[in-house]
């Protein structure tokens, strides 16, 4: 379909995290995939232009998810009473294990894309599993769905059930022929995916470390999610001071674009190597909630300028909508503020939207925003079903309300990079 057109709503947008611009009834001029801006009226010179008609509708920015693994979807809202060691060894492995069947592989994976696709989510950085094929199978779905999408094959070759532990040169040739697989596709990249230090040797680590920085692609993995998780690292890796260290001296650490998933209990150094080195921080607090690991200090990293978006992290997060996301982020910054620190500020929406849209985004390049230039990822928000009794409500109170009151099954229409999915 063209992609060039004019969005005519009521538009909002974050572009910093203490601002939420509003613009009602007003016009989204796209030309072939890429925004000219936002306009009160239609300039004479893209009258032209096809109108897509979304009056009274939220017209938004798409929103990145820049943690999910799509191999656990299928046990979401599940098992939530153990924490991550535990939940990893008797849940989650043993799931992931079915994908060496490439038809469970291709049932699983077309369920993911379909659910992936209503969602507010239009661009993504996904775990798959060891399994060259089925991970295929997952990157051939994204490609042909339209979303935009980091896929990695994780690398595991250490402390994992049998099923799940791969020959450490077998890995790395599996990674390779994905890469090599998925050249010159057009929405999915690979990114190499050490599931975390304890289930890699340093040898893979130090192998994938050089494929990402010959290859120039980006790499994604797991940091201090859980206490347990981090005293195991301190066993495996007694030559590093702490997590982020062990990572970087296995040359796995912002040598290319990097998200760390969670930073639940990063120490200050820590901090300090994540805003320096422009790291991108995964926080999922949905996940970080059912798994009992903790409440994340996303104010901390904020403040200090780190690159700190969201991720649903399905199915330690029991949702792929992005909206829960934000609400959720709010939610539990306000638990850490008035039971944890009160001397901190919790997330304001705004903030929580500005994370979930143009710090996410710039992960994927110039993303997130409504600015000229920047690639037309575009949410149109359906708030049908949300009986009240007030008028003349503000664009950022209705998008909270929705955020609240309808996360699930709100987008009614969406399109990536100006490409309209439906």
Known sequence: MERTFIVRGDIIQAPEKERIEEHGDSYLVVTD??????????????SHYRLVDCRGHIVMPGLSDLHVH????????????????????????????????????????????????????????????IHLDSTLVLASYLED?????????????RNSTAGLSEDSAQSLEDTQSFIERTEGWTNVRPIITPRFIPSCTDGLMKALARLAVDRGLPVQSHLSENRSEIEWVKELCPDSTSYADAYRRRGLWGATPTIMAHCVHSTGREEDLLAMDGIFIAHC???????????????????????????????????????????????????RASCVDPSLKALTLAEAFHMASVIGGSFFGKVGLFEPGWEADIVVLDESGIATTLEDLSLSARLERVVNLKSEGAVMHKAVCGRWLF
């Open 33 to 46: 995939g890429l925004v000219e801006g936002i306009f009160s009226s239609i300039p004479s010179r893209f």
């Open 70 to 129: 799509a191999s656990q979807y299928q046990f979401r809202g599940m098992w939530m009473d153990e924490e991550l060691i535990d939940w990893l060894n008797r849940h989650t492995f043993p799931e992931e294990e079915k994908y060496r069947d490439r038809d469970y592989a291709e049932r699983a994976y077309r369920i993911f894309v379909d659910d992936l696709v209503r969602s507010p989510t239009t661009r993504a950085s996904i775990f798959a599993t």
């Open 145 to 157: 769905s339209g979303i935009k999408a980091y896929v990695g094959k994780v690398n595991m070759d």
């Open 285 to 335: 607090p949905d996940s970080n909630a059912n798994l009992s690991s903790g409440i994340m200090d996303a104010r901390r990293y904020l403040d200090a300028g780190c690159r700190i978006g969201l991720g649903t992290d399905v199915a330690g997060g029991c949702s792929l909508s992005m909206l829960r996301a934000m609400g959720d982020a709010v939610r539990v910054s306000k638990l």
